[in-house]
């Protein structure tokens, strides 16, 4: 019951978030249409074709890059899986100039409402800039074709807007911004007028070399101590932890300066740490008053997290513990006799405790 708890609010969590960057790419559309609406009546200029031309491509490269950028930061940078890269055609991976080698690649924490990738897995780090900057240049050749929609909207103004060649993508990014640029040989004619262009950029204002930044000082810290909480370096970041099981936790990091149309970039990993084992502690016993002759049972307590005790031992052969912690004494002689018990765990940790019989007549 508890598991399934917890996947609720991670599950819930990422509804919101991509609710907030659905919002955005409505809304961004919306302005790339409307741009262009703008300069409909400057297009049958041919002193003004570049300006359009080169505004509404760039405005695409906006509307793509920004949900593409907040979708692959939900999901620890990536947005394809290993297995949908693989499946590409390669003729199309090396036509676009996007590669599909191992380092677009992430170990992925897999639930059945979707995935992320691993920050940390079996005592390796995986994120990676240059991984989420392969995703992110993926995510541009096949999303702006549907947003360019072959130009077509110019040659209703008897402008003719012709490709050569294949899209380069090029996607890098920075402390304070992401870079999204594009190579991409155009012909634009109007009339007898004939103009080229081929390069094309925008600068998103999201901090996403700095969420990358925050995020490995946290995998750092709970992979030297894993029992210590993470406290953020600026009061700019927003963290929350999920646990989902033992030993793996969703981190979600989210930087209030990094805002487009009112939903803040989040940056969300998983961390699998193996389950950190804690020594035993035996309950405390009082001294044990035995008549001579007399005999005293006595069951030990023990308190164990990981509950993996395999045994007790006795100092004193005349006190014996089996391994169950039932403990045995026959008073003897008057006087004190004193053991000390020691329990164990299956990894080597254990407690003491110095136990002493007053046998009186």
């Given at each position: 019951m508890q598991k399934r708890g917890q996947i609720t609010v991670f599950v819930v969590i990422g509804i919101v978030i991509l609710a907030l960057f659905g919002g955005i790419y409505y809304f961004t559309s919306?302005?790339?249409?409307q741009g262009l609406t703008d300069h409909q009546g400057?297009?049958?200029l041919s002193s003004q074709v570049q300006s359009p031309v080169t505004l509404y491509v760039e405005k695409c490269l906006r509307d793509v890059g920004t949900p593409g950028v907040y979708l692959?930061?939900?999901q620890g940078g990536v947005i394809y899986s290993p297995e949908y890269l693989?499946?590409?055609?390669?003729?199309s991976s090396s036509s676009s100039g996007v590669s599909s080698d191992s380092s677009a690649f992430s170990p992925l924490f897999v639930t059945e409402n979707g995935f992320l990738s691993y920050g940390l897995l079996g005592g390796v780090q995986y994120l990676s800039v240059e991984m989420m900057q392969k995703q992110l240049e993926r995510y541009l050749v096949e999303e702006l074709p549907e947003c360019l929609g072959d130009f077509s909207l110019f040659r209703a103004q008897g402008v003719e807007v012709v490709a050569d060649g294949e899209m380069?993508?090029?996607?890098?990014?920075r402390g304070t911004d992401v870079l999204i640029a594009i190579d991409y040989d155009l012909i634009v004619r109007s009339g007898e007028n004939e103009q080229s262009l081929n390069h094309f950029e925008q600068v998103?204002?999201?901090?996403?070399g700095l969420l990358f930044g925050e995020a490995e000082q946290l995998i750092e810290s709970v992979e030297k101590n894993p029992s210590q909480?993470?406290?953020?370096s600026s009061s700019d970041y927003f963290l929350s932890t999920f646990p989902y099981d033992g030993s793996t936790f969703v981190y979600s990091l989210s930087d209030k300066n990094s805002v487009i149309d009112g939903a803040p970039l989040t940056f969300m990993f998983a961390v699998d740490m193996p389950a950190i084992n804690t020594a035993p502690v035996l309950a405390q016993v009082s001294d044990l008053v035995v008549h001579r002759g007399g005999n005293v049972e006595y069951s030990l307590l023990v308190e164990d997290r990981e509950e993996n005790v395999v045994g007790f031992?006795?100092?004193?052969s005349a006190v014996s513990v089996d391994n169950d912690g039932a403990m045995n004494f026959v008073g003897g002689s008057v006087g004190d006799v004193s053991t000390l018990i020691t329990v164990r765990d299956a990894k080597g940790l254990e407690d003491s405790q110095t136990i002493t019989f007053h046998v009186i007549e």
């Open positions: 919306r302005s790339a249409t400057e297009l049958a692959a930061s939900i693989m499946g590409s055609s390669s003729s380069i993508p090029h996607v890098t990014i998103l204002p999201l901090r996403m909480g993470y406290v953020v031992s006795s100092s004193n």
